[in-house]
C-alpha cells in the first residue's frame, strides 16, 4: 500500500457513522478513489462521550477507506458538530497604510474582527469574511488593489468548547492520524451541495444527521449565519421503537425502508412487518401508523429549524429556498413536508462537482465527507497560489541581489 501524492482524506465522525473519503485532485477535477463507513458508538449529539468507541469506529473507517482507494492516510480534514458551537458577526476596522488595499491591509482587518471577547472554555474554529467595506463603498468581495484610506472587514466567527475540540483531536490522534483542519459540519456539506448562484441569491442549508441538525445560511456568496440544533434522525428511531415496540435496530432498519415523513404520500392499504422484542412473532401494521409516528417529530425538528432562521433575521434574504442534506432527509416525503412549513421551495442535497466513485457517494449521507475533501482541495489551491505569487514576486530580488554582488 503506496503513499499516493495529490491525496485529500475527508473524515466525517457522526452520531450515527464514522465515514472516511478518499480523493485524488486530477487536473480534470476531484475524484473520489476510496471510502470507509463505520457504525459510531462514541458520539451523543455530535459530542465524545467514549473516547475508546470513537477511536474504534474511526481505526475501522480508515482502515476500509485504505483498502478500497489502495493509499495509506497520514492525514485528514474533519468535521466538527455539536450544541457547544456558536456563530457570531464581528466587524473589524484598520487604516489603509498606504491609500491603496494591500493583503497585508486585509489580514490587519480580518485580525481586528477575530478580537472579541470570547470565554476561556472556548476557541475559535472559523472567522469567514463575508464582505469588506473601503471608505463607504460596501458590499466588496475583495478590495485588494482598491484605493481608500479606512477598511472595515465584516466577518462571521464560530466557535466551539475547547474540551469538545480537544476529544475529537485526541480520537483521531490515537489512531495515528495528523489533522490539517477541523471545519464546521454544514460548512463543508455546504461545499458538495450548494451552487454559487444559491448562495448568491440566498439559501439555508439544513443538515438533518443523527444527533444534530445543522443550519448555514448563505447570501451575496457569503455565509451570513449558522446554528447548531441538538436533536436529529436518532429521535425519530427512538420513537419508533417506542410507538411499535421493536428494538432500536429494527426501528433504523423500519424508518430507512418503509419511512415517510409525509401522510399524503401513504396509501391506505400499505401493511409493512414490525419484529417483536423478546423473541415474539412479527406483527403486521398498517405503514400509516408508522408515518403518523414519523412525521410529528420530523414536523418538530423542521420547525425548530425555520424558528432559528426566523431569529436570525434572514428569512426574507433565502431567494433560493430551502436544501435539504444529511442521512435524515433520505426519508421520503421530508422535501414536501418542509415545503410546508418553510412556505419555500426545497430540494434534496447531493454531493456534486466530483468524480471517480460518484455511485457510492451520490447520496445526502456523505454530504459532509465529500464537502471536507471539497474545502480541503479548495485549500490547497489557495496555498498553491500564494506560493506561487510569492515566487514570483522574490525572483527579480533574487535577481538584484546576484546583480549587486556580482558587481560590488
Known amino acids: 500500500m503506496g503513499k499516493k501524492e495529490n491525496v485529500i482524506v475527508g473524515l466525517d465522525i457522526g452520531t450515527t457513522k464514522t465515514c472516511a473519503i478518499v480523493a485524488e485532485i486530477r487536473e480534470t477535477g476531484i475524484d473520489i478513489i476510496g471510502i470507509g463507513s463505520h457504525p459510531s458508538e462514541g458520539l451523543r449529539k455530535g459530542v465524545v462521550v467514549n473516547i475508546e468507541s470513537t477511536v474504534e469506529s474511526i481505526k475501522r473507517a480508515v482502515e476500509e477507506a485504505e483498502r478500497t482507494s489502495g493509499c495509506e492516510i497520514r492525514s485528514v480534514y474533519t468535521g466538527i458538530a455539536g450544541g457547544h458551537i456558536r456563530g457570531q458577526n464581528s466587524l473589524g476596522i484598520v487604516a489603509v497604510k498606504s491609500r491603496e488595499v494591500e493583503e497585508e491591509d486585509v489580514e490587519r482587518a480580518i485580525d481586528a474582527a477575530r478580537a472579541i471577547a470570547i470565554p476561556l472554555d472556548r476557541q475559535i474554529l472559523h472567522t469567514l469574511p463575508q464582505y469588506y467595506v473601503v471608505d463607504e463603498q460596501d458590499g466588496i468581495r475583495d478590495p485588494v488593489g482598491m484605493s481608500g484610506v479606512r477598511l472595515e472587514a465584516k466577518v462571521h466567527i464560530v466557535t466551539g468548547a475547547v474540551t469538545s475540540i480537544q476529544n475529537i483531536v485526541k480520537s483521531i490522534n490515537r489512531v495515528g492520524l495528523d489533522i490539517n483542519e477541523i471545519v464546521l459540519e454544514q460548512i463543508a456539506a455546504s461545499e458538495a451541495v450548494l451552487s454559487n448562484d444559491e448562495k448568491d ?208
Open 201 to 408: 441569491l440566498g439559501v439555508a442549508l439544513i443538515d438533518i444527521g443523527g444527533g444534530t441538525t445543522d443550519i448555514a445560511i448563505f447570501s451575496e456568496g457569503s455565509i451570513k449565519h449558522t446554528a447548531v440544533l441538538p436533536v436529529g434522525g436518532n429521535y425519530v428511531t427512538s420513537d419508533i421503537a417506542t410507538g411499535l415496540r421493536t428494538p432500536l435496530a429494527e426501528a433504523e432498519r423500519i424508518k430507512i425502508k418503509y419511512g415517510c415523513a409525509y401522510m399524503p404520500l401513504i396509501s391506505k392499504d400499505e401493511i409493512i412487518q414490525v419484529p417483536s422484542v423478546g423473541g415474539r412473532e412479527p406483527r403486521e401494521v398498517s405503514r400509516q401508523i408508522l408515518g403518523r409516528i414519523i412525521e410529528p417529530r420530523m414536523d418538530e425538528i423542521l420547525g425548530m429549524a425555520c424558528k432559528e432562521i426566523t431569529r436570525s433575521g434572514c428569512e426574507d434574504i433565502l431567494a433560493a429556498g430551502v436544501v435539504l442534506t444529511g442521512g435524515a432527509s433520505i426519508l421520503e416525503g421530508v422535501p414536501e413536508l418542509a415545503e410546508q412549513i418553510f412556505n419555500m421551495p426545497v430540494r434534496r442535497g447531493s454531493p456534486m462537482g466530483i468524480g471517480g466513485l460518484t455511485d457510492v457517494v451520490n447520496s445526502p449521507l456523505y454530504a459532509t465527507g465529500v464537502g471536507l475533501v471539497l474545502f480541503g482541495s479548495r485549500n490547497i489551491a489557495r496555498e498553491n497560489l500564494i506560493r506561487a505569487e510569492g515566487n514570483f514576486i522574490s525572483r527579480p530580488f533574487k535577481r538584484l541581489k546576484q546583480w549587486v554582488l556580482e558587481f560590488f
